[in-house]
């Protein structure tokens, strides 16, 4: 397997999962800053340049939920998805879902106007929109250290990127479960090792 990837980015998921999956890859470094997911070879692999790519044999795959969602089953021995049927795994793909679907959006809004476009106004928007899904995820977690409940899952990698996310935005600070899951998260080896350069 082959991840196209470049830390910072959404490609850390992806890495994570097979970081916490101990699954052997390749790291193909694509400077998505620097313009080479652009470079017509790359094209090839991410239609729109982007990171992450995963290529695996005959496929590419692309969109970090749907790696992760084959990662997991592809090494389903690590345990990282609920059973097939189970209403578990109907959880496990609303929260991989979610993440991007729902949670994802606001936090990229406030990243985008405190950072590259600042724009006070859309960052408070940003901050508003994320209330109504911290408080939901703060909710479902309850007392539990995962979203699944005990056990660690690929649904962790999807929603804690995000979390870890707003966390550095201080984004959850009326929301001290939510804190606690994503210090919880970013403490784990496989979460660090996913930030790393190389
Ligand atoms: N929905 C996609 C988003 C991929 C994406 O936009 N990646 C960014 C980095 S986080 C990127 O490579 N941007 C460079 C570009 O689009 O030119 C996913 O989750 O994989």
Redesign the pocket.
């Known amino acids: 397997m082959r991840l196209y990837f470049?830390p910072?980015?959404?490609?850390t998921?992806p890495r994570w999962l097979l970081e916490e999956l101990g699954a052997p890859y390749e790291l193909e470094i694509?400077d998505?800053?620097k313009?080479e997911?652009?470079r017509p070879e790359y094209l090839e692999t991410?239609p729109?340049?982007?990171?992450?790519a995963l290529t695996d044999g005959d496929l590419t795959l692309?969109?970090?939920?749907a790696?992760c969602l084959y990662l997991a089953d592809q090494h389903a021995a690590g345990g990282l998805a609920p059973p097939l049927g189970s209403a578990e795994r109907g959880r496990y793909y609303q929260w991989m879902i979610y993440s991007?679907a729902t949670a994802?959006p606001p936090v990229l809004k406030v990243l985008r106007h405190t950072q590259r476009e600042p724009n006070p106004a859309l960052a408070d928007e940003g901050r508003a929109q994320w209330e109504p899904v911290a408080r939901f995820i703060d909710r479902s977690l309850g007392d539990r250290p995962f979203i699944l409940g005990e056990r660690f899952s690929a649904a962790d990698v999807m929603l804690g990127s995000v979390v870890a996310l707003a966390e550095r935005l201080k984004l959850n600070e009326s929301f001290p479960r939510l804190q606690a899951y994503a210090k919880r998260l970013t403490a784990r080896p496989a979460f660090q090792k996913s930030r790393a350069a190389t």
Request: hydrophobic share 35%.
């Open positions: 470049h910072m980015t959404r490609a998921r694509v998505v800053y313009g997911g652009k991410h729109h340049g982007a990171v992450p692309i969109e970090s939920s790696i991007v994802e």
